[in-house]
C-alpha cells in the first residue's frame, strides 16, 4: 500500500511540469491486467508463482484504484483544463455455442473485462465482484476511507487497448500453467489468425466500442490496436507489408462504423510507429511497427530504421483523418 504514496509523488512531478502542454492522462495502463496470470507481473509486479495470488492480484488492483482516484483528484486540482481516463486492455468475448452454459461462461469473462473500468468510472466496486470473491474467499482489505476516495473521483474517458476477440466455454479447461502463448484459450474456427495466432477481428472492435459506450457513456479512445507479424526486407531494402494496411484499415473502417453507431470516438493510436521488443513473447521478430529496425531477437543488427509501406499509408490516413484508408 505504500507504493501509492510514492506512485502520488511521480503523478504530482509530471502533472505540475507538463501542465498545459499534456491534456488527457491515463493513470495505469492495461489496468485489468493485474488479475491475469502471468502477466500480473507486468501489471502489478506480482510474481505469477506467488502463493495466495488471486488474493494479491485483486488486493494490488484495490491499491491501484485508491491510486487512480487519487491521481484523478491531485491532476484536476493541478490543471483544471486537464482529463484523467482508465485504460484497459479489452479483447471482446463471445460465447463458443449458444448453449446456456457458454453463454453464462462468455457474459462471467465479460464481467471480469468490465470490473476495472466500472470501478473507476462508477466509483463504486460492483455486486457481481463481491459474490465473486466471496466464493473464492478473497478478502480485500481496505483503509477507512478508501470506498468514498474511489467514489468521489471517478474517471473522465475510457480508453482501451485492442488487438483480438476471444471465445469462452464453459467446457474448457484452462492449462495448469499458463503462459502468453495460451492466454488466447479456445480458437475461432470463424476468423483469420495473425502470425502468432492472435484472431483478426475488426468487426470485434466495432461491438466492444459499443458495449463500452453503451454501458459507461463516456468519451472513448482506442490507445493501442496493431499487427505483430513477421516482416521480411527486401533486396532493394523495402518491407511490404500489406498485411498490417489491410489490418489497420478494417479496424478503422469499424471505428468509422461505431461513430455512425453512436459511440463518442475521440481518438485512435495504433501500436506502435517502431518497431521493439514485444511485450508478450519478447521477440523483436514480432514487429508492430510502421518503421523498421534491423536488429534481431539475439540484438544483432545494426540499428538503422527504415519505413515499410504502411509508413506512407498511415501518413495519409493520419492527414485524412481516416477518410483515405
Same mark, same amino acid.
Given at each position: @500500500?505504500?507504493?501509492? $504514496?510514492?506512485?502520488?509523488?511521480?503523478?504530482?512531478?509530471?502533472?505540475?511540469?507538463?501542465?498545459?502542454?499534456?491534456?488527457?492522462?491515463?493513470?495505469?495502463?492495461?489496468?485489468?491486467?493485474?488479475?491475469? /496470470?502471468?502477466?500480473?507481473?507486468?501489471?502489478? +509486479?506480482? =510474481?505469477?508463482?506467488?502463493?495466495?495470488?488471486?488474493?494479491?492480484?485483486?488486493?494490488?488492483?484495490? =491499491?491501484?484504484?485508491?491510486?487512480?482516484?487519487?491521481?484523478?483528484?491531485?491532476?484536476?486540482?493541478?490543471?483544471? $483544463?486537464?482529463?484523467?481516463?482508465?485504460?484497459?486492455?479489452?479483447?471482446?468475448?463471445?460465447?463458443?455455442?449458444?448453449?446456456?452454459?457458454?453463454?453464462?461462461?462468455?457474459?462471467?469473462?465479460?464481467?471480469?473485462?468490465?470490473?476495472?473500468?466500472?470501478?473507476?468510472?462508477? +466509483?463504486?466496486?460492483?455486486?457481481?465482484?463481491?459474490?465473486?470473491?466471496?466464493?473464492?474467499?478473497?478478502?480485500?482489505?481496505?483503509?477507512?476511507?478508501?470506498?468514498?476516495?474511489?467514489?468521489?473521483?471517478?474517471?473522465?474517458?475510457?480508453?482501451?487497448?485492442?488487438?483480438?476477440?476471444?471465445?469462452?466455454?464453459?467446457?474448457?479447461?484452462?492449462?495448469?500453467?499458463?503462459?502468453?502463448?495460451?492466454?488466447?484459450?479456445?480458437?475461432?474456427?470463424?476468423?483469420?489468425?495473425?502470425?502468432?495466432?492472435? %484472431?483478426? $477481428?475488426?468487426?470485434?472492435? @466495432?461491438?466492444?466500442?459499443?458495449?463500452?459506450?453503451?454501458?459507461?457513456?463516456?468519451?472513448?479512445?482506442?490507445?493501442?490496436?496493431?499487427?505483430?507479424?513477421?516482416?521480411?526486407?527486401?533486396?532493394?531494402? @523495402?518491407? =511490404?507489408?500489406?498485411?498490417? /494496411?489491410?489490418?489497420?484499415?478494417?479496424?478503422?473502417?469499424?471505428?468509422?462504423?461505431?461513430?455512425?453507431?453512436?459511440?463518442?470516438?475521440? +481518438?485512435? %493510436?495504433?501500436?506502435?510507429?517502431?518497431?521493439?521488443?514485444?511485450?508478450?513473447? +519478447?521477440?523483436?521478430?514480432?514487429?508492430?511497427?510502421?518503421?523498421?529496425? $534491423?536488429?534481431?531477437?539475439?540484438?544483432?543488427?545494426?540499428?538503422?530504421?527504415?519505413?515499410?509501406?504502411?509508413?506512407?499509408?498511415?501518413?495519409?490516413? /493520419?492527414?485524412?483523418?481516416?477518410?483515405?484508408?
Amino acid at each position: @500500500r505504500k507504493f501509492i $504514496d510514492f506512485y502520488l509523488k511521480f503523478v504530482r512531478t509530471i502533472a505540475t511540469r507538463f501542465k498545459g502542454m499534456v491534456k488527457f492522462w491515463l493513470t495505469f495502463n492495461e489496468i485489468g491486467n493485474a488479475a491475469v /496470470i502471468p502477466i500480473c507481473w507486468d501489471a502489478a +509486479g506480482l =510474481h505469477p508463482e506467488s502463493e495466495n495470488l488471486e488474493q494479491r492480484m485483486y488486493q494490488a488492483a484495490h =491499491h491501484q484504484f485508491v491510486a487512480s482516484a487519487l491521481a484523478t483528484k491531485m491532476i484536476h486540482e493541478i490543471d483544471p $483544463d486537464a482529463q484523467v481516463g482508465a485504460m484497459i486492455a479489452y479483447k471482446t468475448v463471445y460465447p463458443y455455442t449458444c448453449k446456456v452454459e457458454d453463454v453464462k461462461a462468455a457474459e462471467a469473462a465479460k464481467r471480469k473485462e468490465y470490473f476495472f473500468s466500472d470501478v473507476q468510472a462508477r +466509483g463504486y466496486y460492483p455486486a457481481y465482484i463481491w459474490r465473486y470473491f466471496e466464493e473464492n474467499g478473497i478478502r480485500i482489505a481496505m483503509e477507512r476511507g478508501d470506498e468514498e476516495i474511489i467514489r468521489a473521483y471517478p474517471i473522465d474517458f475510457i480508453t482501451f487497448s485492442y488487438y483480438r476477440s476471444r471465445v469462452v466455454s464453459a467446457d474448457y479447461e484452462e492449462p495448469a500453467e499458463k503462459t502468453t502463448d495460451t492466454l488466447e484459450g479456445l480458437v475461432n474456427p470463424h476468423l483469420p489468425k495473425a502470425d502468432w495466432g492472435w %484472431t483478426v $477481428d475488426p468487426d470485434g472492435l @466495432r461491438l466492444a466500442l459499443n458495449e463500452l459506450y453503451d454501458r459507461y457513456q463516456l468519451p472513448l479512445f482506442v490507445v493501442e490496436n496493431g499487427l505483430g507479424a513477421r516482416d521480411t526486407v527486401e533486396a532493394d531494402g @523495402r518491407i =511490404h507489408d500489406s498485411y498490417r /494496411i489491410d489490418y489497420m484499415s478494417a479496424h478503422i473502417k469499424a471505428m468509422r462504423e461505431a461513430v455512425k453507431d453512436g459511440v463518442d470516438l475521440r +481518438g485512435y %493510436t495504433m501500436w506502435g510507429p517502431i518497431d521493439i521488443v514485444s511485450n508478450g513473447t +519478447g521477440q523483436m521478430s514480432k514487429r508492430y511497427g510502421i518503421v523498421y529496425v $534491423d536488429l534481431d531477437d539475439d540484438g544483432n543488427g545494426t540499428g538503422n530504421r527504415s519505413k515499410k509501406d504502411s509508413f506512407a499509408w498511415y501518413q495519409q490516413v /493520419i492527414a485524412s483523418n481516416g477518410e483515405i484508408l
